[in-house]
T-cell receptor, first 117, second 119 residues
């Protein structure tokens, strides 16, 4: 069975600095999808970034980028120029893809990010 | 991202009553929706996959008779917690998978969640 591990329960970063959140996963599949979701205090899950496993290029979305190491099964999230609004719980998630009912998300335990002014 | 609504946003009920939660996909039709449960300070756990026009698929350990799912249309799925008890108190979240052509296929978009408190 696939699993997702986030080894950092809490992280802290100074405003305008850079922080990296770690995520590892376990799967025997060769094609899958990885995601980072953000959950602020409102508890609305917000998609931050997605990565397709067959793409070697790391995904980027403005200040957010990932370091995808397929062989090591590692998928870390880098937040540059951290802002106060980045403070939230961040969840790493894995999906086997394939669409429809097979496309269920498996979440890690989350990393609570605090941003210090 | 896509807009997914949930109603109600929070509900308080007495033990033994049933509660229905609605999940609507506002931006596209969805043959598949997912229902998650999140306990305080914990991660999201998939409860079931809702399939339009057919029976839901439940994850191991989730009682299908207690958590009734109805996906009656391509934009609406409902979760009914039957004979609710205090241990069912939780945050329930639905998600919708973006269809092909949306631009971010294989991606799920989440509703704002429903906070259930059973007294």
């Amino acid at each position: 069975a696939q699993t997702v591990t986030q080894s950092q329960p809490e992280m802290s970063v100074q405003e305008a600095e850079t922080v990296t959140l770690s995520c590892t996963y376990d799967t025997s599949e060769s094609d899958y999808y990885l995601f980072w979701y953000k959950q602020p205090p409102s508890r609305q899950m917000i998609l931050v970034i997605r990565q397709e496993a067959y793409k070697q290029q790391n995904a980027t979305e403005n200040r957010f980028s990932v370091n995808f190491q397929k062989a090591a099964k590692s998928f870390s999230l880098k937040i540059s120029d951290s802002q106060l609004g980045d403070a939230a719980m961040y969840f790493c998630a894995y999906s086997p893809g394939g669409g429809g009912a097979t496309n269920k998300l498996i979440f890690g335990t989350g990393t609570l990010l605090a941003v210090q002014p | 991202g896509a807009v997914v609504s949930q109603h109600p946003s929070r509900v308080i009920c007495k033990s033994g009553t049933s509660v229905k939660i609605e999940c609507r996909s506002l931006d596209f039709q969805a043959t598949t929706m997912f229902w998650y449960r999140q306990f305080p300070k914990q991660s999201l756990m998939l409860m079931a996959t809702s399939n339009e026009g057919s029976k839901a698929t439940y994850e191991q350990g989730v009682e299908k008779d207690k958590f009734l799912i109805n996906h009656a249309s391509l934009t609406l799925s409902t979760l009914t917690v039957t004979s609710a008890h205090p241990e069912d108190s939780s945050f329930y979240i639905c998600s919708v998978e973006a269809p092909a052509g949306w631009g971010t296929r294989e991606t799920q978009y989440f509703g704002p969640g429903t906070r259930l408190l059973v007294l």
